[in-house]
């Protein structure tokens, strides 16, 4: 009889110690949860199941060096004016290089404009000196419109973080028009393709549809529309996760 | 030569003196515009730079610093050549 009784009181401790340490092991899986490191062996992080891996955290590895690109994805160095210490960007959108092809071959043409001179000479009736700094302020125009051309699209930019969306808008050298949008403000996300150009070269433009008073937010020749659509729902399945679990910054 | 044809080349070569002076005037006039254009357009590429912070913002203003330079540097040359 007392064997039993002897036996069972074993297992009873042994299960408390069982217990007991996989209690500390938590406790050490928390903390260094806490501190910002994974969980060895396993890909178990804040309690999203086995398998689930952060959007960041999945594209790190689609990352590209560049610093003049349409389409980066984690840009490291870029940061914008109302950006959170801990925010991180995911996306960086700028028009596509396609669509910038207009001036572009404006300004070369501009650049050889002035060869129309020989064949047409309608300069001849002013004095050389007078020809000569026409034709330099002609190329003095041509360098502000090129350089201002390139800045209006290279500051005309959409970001995505994790937890918003930022439109950064330069209409001209005067305007500037900075909108944004919770992910989880976010209702509906389309993307539209038309055209043989951008079938072809694959951009096109997206419209978010926000609770926010602002009813609507349109990304206009962005690179890899479905790209972006995609990794815009995963973020917001990221957000209801947090929201779920309560860690909503 | 009657004193009316007189009077016209004397109205001629005047009017021609005129309008080289306007010329003058009016490209030295436009060159400070560039010249104030230039400078507005570094104060800007500071502002959209504080915007959105990237890693070409330095070449960026370099270049608009450039630009300003070579807005007076068309000035002088405007002073000497016309």
Redesign the interface.
């Known amino acids: 009889m007392p064997d039993i009784f002897v036996a069972k009181k074993k297992s009873i401790e042994g299960k408390r110690q069982v217990s007991q340490m996989g209690q500390v092991s938590q406790m050490s899986q928390m903390r260094q949860v806490r501190k910002g490191r994974q969980v060895s062996g396993k890909r178990k992080r804040h309690g999203m199941g086995p398998r689930y891996r952060r959007v960041a955290e999945r594209l790190s590895k689609e990352r590209r060096k560049g ?2 690109r349409s389409f980066s994805i984690l ?1 490291g ?5 109302t950006q959170e210490t801990r925010e991180k960007i995911i996306l960086l959108l700028r028009q596509h290089w396609v669509t910038q092809f207009s001036w572009v071959l404006t300004a070369g043409l501009m650049i050889w404009a002035p060869l129309c001179l020989l064949w047409i000479p309608i300069l001849d009736f ?2 050389g ?2 020809q ?3 034709i ?2 002609w190329y ?1 125009l041509i ?2 419109f090129i ?2 051309k390139f ?1 209006l699209w ?2 005309h ?1 959409f ?1 995505i973080t994790d937890e918003r969306v930022i439109d ?1 808008d ?1 209409y001209n ?2 305007y ?1 028009e ?1 909108s944004e949008a919770k992910i989880d403000n976010i209702e509906d996300v389309t993307y539209r393709q038309g055209g043989m150009m951008k079938a072809w070269l694959n951009f096109g433009d997206i419209s978010l549809q926000t609770a926010a008073e602002k009813q609507e937010f349109m990304i206009e020749n962005v690179p890899q529309p479905f790209k972006v659509v995609k990794i815009l729902n995963e973020l917001k399945l990221e957000e209801e996760h947090e929201k779920i679990e309560g860690r909503v910054r | 030569m009657t004193p009316f044809d007189k009077l016209l080349e004397f109205l001629f070569e005047s009017w021609r003196v005129d309008v080289l002076i306007l010329g003058k005037v009016g490209i030295l006039l436009f060159l400070v515009l560039y010249l104030l254009f230039s400078l507005m357009i570094v104060r800007q590429v500071h502002l959209m730079s504080k915007t959105v912070k990237g890693s070409i913002e330095k070449i960026l203003m370099l270049a608009a610093k450039g630009l300003v330079i070579l807005s007076i540097g068309v000035i002088v040359l405007a002073l000497f050549v016309l």
């Not at chain 1, 160095?77 to 004016?81: A, C, D, I, L, N």
Request: a positive charge.
């Open positions: 610093n003049v840009p160095k870029v940061r914008f004016e002013l004095p000196n007078f000569f700094m026409i330099v302020i003095l360098v502000a350089y201002e800045i290279f500051y930019v970001i950064v330069f050298l005067l500037k900075v």
